[in-house]
């Protein structure tokens, strides 16, 4: 395991032994989701790789298939076109995974996507679209893949993210999506245990991948306030270690995988960051950068990166 990331509550009767397992992964195309998708098959898993974007999809299945041989393990991946905000395109990409190779183990609810604005510039579309894939979707990809992880007495994995816990301007509906991921998981980890079921969180800080450079790319505000902020919570991880931590706290079944590792100490002092006073800093700040990110975002033109997909017809 990277010496930056971290993943809690091992499992001594797994390891990191994924060999074998089926994982499906959401939003599997491109960043933390692709990534991950190339350890685990590394790792001997075989992976249903879900999501939009379907060439890149059917790209990557191939590449684990090299990967997979290369690392001494029998090739069998699948991909799955579904929309996490469709529970029709979700359920066929569920039953499908399971026909083409055989059960459940693992449920990774990865796919997600951030608005770039404020409240008052970005359209409540664009808001309300945010919350939709990465909060509406986590719980339309567990609710379909429960009752096969259940059989398989597995893991389900929810993506949230370091604003589960945390409050930046221009990230009012990704926070809550993410905290609203977090809630969820939470619960579901004491609804299924007794079925022998784990449930874990992962929540990365900045991780250096097209959701970030791109609206990095779009908006200077948004990389220098990034640049200003104290420790862990301004610090970029790489995709590859990020992934690394997933694939270990999969491999664990961890209850929570924070990437850097260093987080746990920020989620410990949420109510220290979330207090009036910590907030006199992060006002003075805003009064300022606020009123140029939404410059920035009106002069833009768009409320999602360039790369985002799924969201063509919501403009700032
Ligand atoms: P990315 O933009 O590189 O990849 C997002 C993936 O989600 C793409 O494969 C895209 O096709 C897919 N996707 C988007 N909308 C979808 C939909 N409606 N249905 C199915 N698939 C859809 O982003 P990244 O960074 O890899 O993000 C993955 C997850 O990690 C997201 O939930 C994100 O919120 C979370 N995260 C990312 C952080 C970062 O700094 N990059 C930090 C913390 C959490």
New binding site residues.
């Given amino acids: 395991m990277s010496n930056q990331c971290a993943s809690s509550g091992y499992d001594p009767t797994m390891g990191r032994n994924v060999n074998g397992k089926v994982v499906l992964i959401?939003?599997?195309?491109?960043?933390?989701?692709?990534q991950t998708a190339r350890v685990l098959a590394e790792r001997g898993a075989r992976v249903s790789l879900?999501?939009?974007?379907p060439e890149?999809l059917e790209a990557l299945a191939g590449e684990l298939d090299g990967i997979s041989r290369a690392a001494g393990h029998r090739p069998k991946h699948a991909w799955f076109t579904?929309?996490?905000?469709d529970q029709e395109a979700v359920d066929a990409a569920v039953q499908g995974t399971v026909d083409a190779l055989g059960r459940i183990d693992v449920v990774v609810a990865?796919?997600?996507?951030?608005n770039n604005g404020t409240v008052a510039v970005n359209p409540p579309d664009a808001l309300v679209r945010t919350v939709?894939?990465?909060l509406n979707?986590v719980i339309r990809t567990v609710s379909a893949a429960l009752p096969h992880v259940v059989d398989a007495r597995g893991y389900v994995l929810v993506?949230?993210?370091?604003?589960s816990f945390t409050a930046l301007p221009g990230m009012a509906a990704?926070c809550a999506s993410?905290a609203g991921a977090e809630a969820f998981a939470n619960v579901l980890r004491l609804e299924v245990a007794h079925k022998g079921v784990k449930v874990g969180s992962?929540?990365?800080?900045?991780?250096?991948?097209?959701?970030?450079r791109?609206i990095g790319e779009d908006l200077s505000i948004f990389e220098e306030v990034r640049r200003r902020l104290p420790g862990p919570l301004g610090s970029?991880t790489s995709?590859e270690e990020?992934a690394d931590a997933l694939a270990d706290g999969i491999a664990r079944r961890s209850r929570r995988i924070y990437?850097p590792g260093s987080l746990v100490a920020v989620q410990n002092l949420r109510t220290v960051i979330n207090n009036p006073l910590t907030e006199i800093g992060i006002l003075r700040q805003a009064a300022k950068s606020v009123p140029r990110l939404e410059d920035e975002v009106r002069r833009v033109g768009r409320a999602f990166?360039r790369?985002?997909?799924?969201?063509d017809d919501r403009a700032a």
């Fill in positions: 959401t939003g599997a195309a491109r960043g933390i989701g692709a879900v999501g939009l974007e890149r579904a929309d996490v905000t990865n796919a997600g996507i951030a939709d894939v990465n979707g993506v949230a993210s370091l604003a990704y993410k992962a929540h990365p800080s900045w991780i250096d991948t097209d959701l970030v791109d970029t995709v990020c990437v990166g790369r985002t997909v799924g969201t």
